[in-house]
């Protein structure tokens, strides 16, 4: 059990690690079967608990992938399934503001023919099925009148901070959920020990002037890192 979860976690970061050095090897999954058994290939444990799913009326899978619930559907061409994802979206954005919702913590995935929903909060799972499928859908941002996710106005300030400068100057280009490879956010300092562990957080892009900062955070934004 424990040498299939490491299997599958060193192949993934395989393929993290090719998609940062330029050369990805990315594999396209056009059907459900396809998908189901590169997850199995991963060392995944993959359970079928039914052959229908609700959300859409095309061929579709209801699974168990290591213990969580996720849900496969497989659509007639990419331009179908692209608009199938946007009306999921739609259907799930009151249910991820509502974070005692158990569906506040759905991610999508879309690749070519097929929409991956991932109910599940196991973060070595996402980081499998991001290595897979690429990262998940951006969630719709919140109205302007509601708050960013913690770590953004903290990668804000921070960020401020350090350059001597107001905050009102700093623009928010992009936040996307993702799982770190390790405690240190994918950004060491140098001959610094990073805990292997996989670590939930965010993708923050934001801009100063003509500056644009990539940065990575914790979920909370407690940690805060840049280059």
Known sequence: MIGRRVL????????????????????RYESIDDLLNALEDAGAEVVTVSLNSPLFDVGSRAIIINGETSEIYEFENADASEQGAVHLQALLIDDWKNTASELSSARIWLHDRLIVVYFGREGGTILLL??????????????????YPPAV???????????????????????????????????????????????????????LGDEKFEIHSDEMGEKIRWR
């Open 153 to 207: 106005p903290a990668a804000i300030h921070a960020l401020a901070e350090a350059r001597g400068e107001d905050p009102s100057l700093i623009r928010v280009l992009s936040y996307t959920f993702v799982v770190w490879s390790d405690g240190c956010l994918e950004y060491p300092h140098p001959d610094e020990d990073c805990t292997q562990a996989l670590t939930s957080g965010w993708r923050i892009l934001l801009q």
């Open 8 to 27: 599958a976690l060193s192949l993934v970061l395989l393929i993290c690690a090719c998609g940062r050095t330029g050369t990805p090897q990315k594999q």
């Open 130 to 147: 991001s290595g897979l499928l690429g990262d998940p859908l951006q969630k719709p941002g919140l109205a302007e009148d509601e708050p």
